[in-house]
């Protein structure tokens, strides 16, 4: 696209917005800033490279799809987060799950890994001006199959994960000591029935006491932070699931911990959004797993739909997104995994500049003189301004594609590299 029209282009918009007192400079410096969480497993189906081939072993979570060129080893998985990164404007950073460790052709069982199984993720962040956050693998593994890890009523099957948790909290804080930067580590376990069980208060009284022998160990915030992600249902946990949001809101709160919600973990009907402001105000920070619900299953790509729209408008309008991380969450074999991640990422972000733009003062001031009318007018006139326009500039002051360039770049690395994967 001509850069001269764009930048034209953006001058009238510009002066629309400022109509309205939005300042489209300072919105653009404001998302500039802001930092997605990209997730490692979206490259490869959630194999994970523990063994050759990996592949997804169940443990509440299914990924469907057959799209070739799926990631195989770790070099071609930092080939694809690289060709992601370079269409998606800003500076973002990585979330790295357990299983994705480079282990060198050697068999290393969980409860062993330590940092140099990552010493060449960290060394390729270094390289690439990336940062990580990490999450412990408690799925897809023979001691997950009944359904339950930290909560599970085996004392060995407890034991297990607890250490493999341990470890990873440990790894977590050699990579944001390496990195400068805190990784966050969210811990999300499986564990729950399919039909209703007898014992819901004895799995999470074991849940809280394998928490607290986990979190023994303090690290500095300035080199990791723990994180807890909830789920109201999963597959094969229809009925019960240990980890409720309620079990962790308490649990964090209680112990000074950040609270993970993932747009996809609660009732379809549920306002993800409306949560934030209210857990803002007992917790320094929250972490945000963007996904986009589909009736039961949780993880399809994000897209720039109402739910999306209103939880950036959240964040922002709670001047939250310096206490708000986000990361993006969801799995999809059935189309290019390397464009799923850039429309989720892209989408994600045109949310947030969609909510910058926002005339957030002269709507607070019709909704304090209880002028109604005029706030839901003004909302929905903003909802056809030249906010492509704002986009398309960011995006050519950024060095990304622009506009649906990105799409024919795509279409060539998925012709010149993943396709030639068998």
Known sequence: MDSTKIENAYQLAQERYSQFGVDSDRALELLENVSLSL?????????????????????????????????????????????AYSMIPGSHRLNLHAMYRDFGGKQVERDKIGQEHYKSWIDWAKKEGLKLDFNPTCFSHPKADSGFTLSSMEKEIREFWIEHVKRCREISAIMGRELQSPCIHNLWIPDGTKDSP???????????????????????????????????????????????????????LSKGKML???????????????????????????????????????????????????????????????????ALDFFDASMNRVGAWVIGARATLKGLLCALLEPRERLKEAEKSGNNFARLALM????????????????????????????????LYDREVTSKRK
């Not at 443990?59 to 799209?67: F, K, L, R």
């Not at 909802?383 to 622009?402: A, E, H, N, Q, S």
């Open 198 to 252: 007898v014992h819901r208060g004895t799995h999470r009284i074991l849940l809280k006491e394998s928490l607290d022998e986990i979190y023994k160990i303090e690290y500095s915030p300035s080199e990791m932070k723990d994180s807890l992600e909830s789920k109201l249902f999963g597959i094969g946990s229809e009925s019960f699931v240990v980890g409720s949001h309620e079990f962790y809101m308490g649990y964090a």
């Open 39 to 83: 997730h490692c497993w979206q490259g490869d189906d959630l194999g994970g490279f523990e063994k050759p081939d990996s592949r997804l072993e169940g443990g509440g979570i299914q990924v469907t799809g057959s799209h070739p060129g799926r990631a195989r080893t770790v070099d071609e998985l930092r080939m694809d987060l690289k060709k």
């Open 380 to 411: 929905e006139e903003f909802k056809t301004m030249p906010f492509g326009t704002i986009w398309d500039y960011y995006c050519l002051r950024m060095g990304v594609p622009v506009g649906e360039s990105w799409m024919e770049e795509i279409k």
């Open 260 to 326: 993970c919600l993932d747009l996809g973990h609660f009732h379809p009907t549920e306002s993800v959004a409306d949560k934030i402001s209210s857990i803002l105000l007992f917790s320094d920070e929250l972490l945000l797993h963007i996904s986009r619900g589909v009736r039961w299953d949780s993880d399809h790509v994000v897209i720039l739909n109402d739910e999306v729209k209103s939880l950036t408008e959240e964040i922002v309008r709670s001047d939250a997104l310096d206490r708000v991380h986000i």
